[in-house]
């Protein structure tokens, strides 16, 4: 019986051995080749390339690449120039085309808004400027740098123009001026004339202002319009 156990590991021993033999006999015999460059390459040209050298293609994955045109092998494992034997693989990695989003308007919209309506747009906001402005409140949207419906890769980063209200100044009082003097004034505050309507009234001069609104001591916007009703002749 022992006997037959010792016939029986050494069966077993020399099987294992002429196996680990075979295995490295494979590696001893196989011819090992230099990896060549397949960055720059197309899928295909690398794959022929490879072949020659009786290496195997294989793609680990694909990146957006805005630098390499889409299908191109951006880097590779391992390196050229390294050894290896025939029927290893060589590891790619393939540029894809980035993902195009369209930019959504959100000029007149808070900032708050702005900012959730971009990041469902797979948007960001790079910067805020803020600026006066006449009509705008505080923190609405007056501007932003690309334009609605353009195609632009994902992530990408807009600057935002945002109000912080209007520039304002007082408005000067012009009735009972002329209508050329009420305009000189109006001018120098840094507002402007808006609709001018003629009425007629006996107890005053012609071509004096009757009325202005608003009305002289407000607050108004920078270079907002002041309506008048001036004496007709």
Known sequence: ????TMISTVVAALVALGV??????????RRSVDVPTVVGATVDTARTALDQGGLLLVVGEDREDTAAPPGQIISQRPLPGSKLHQGESVNVVVARSPTLVKVPGVVGQLLTEARIR????????NSVVEQTHPTLGVGMVIGQSMA?????????????KVSKGADTVTVPAV????LSKAKELLTQAGLT????RYA???D??????????????????????????VNSD
């Open 1 to 4: 019986m022992f006997r037959q």
């Open 148 to 160: 609605e419906g353009a195609e632009v890769r994902a992530g990408t980063g807009l600057e935002l």
């Open 118 to 125: 971009l990041e469902k747009a797979h948007l960001t906001i």
């Open 193 to 196: 004339v808006g609709q001018v």
């Open 175 to 178: 009735v009972g001026k002329g």
């Open 20 to 29: 680990s033999y075979a295995s490295l006999r494979g590696d001893l015999f």
């Open 200 to 202: 007629s009234n006996d």
């Open 204 to 229: 005053r001069s012609p071509g004096v202002v009757l009325e202005q609104k608003p009305a002289a001591n407000q607050a108004l916007g920078k270079g907002m319009a002041v309506d008048l009703v």
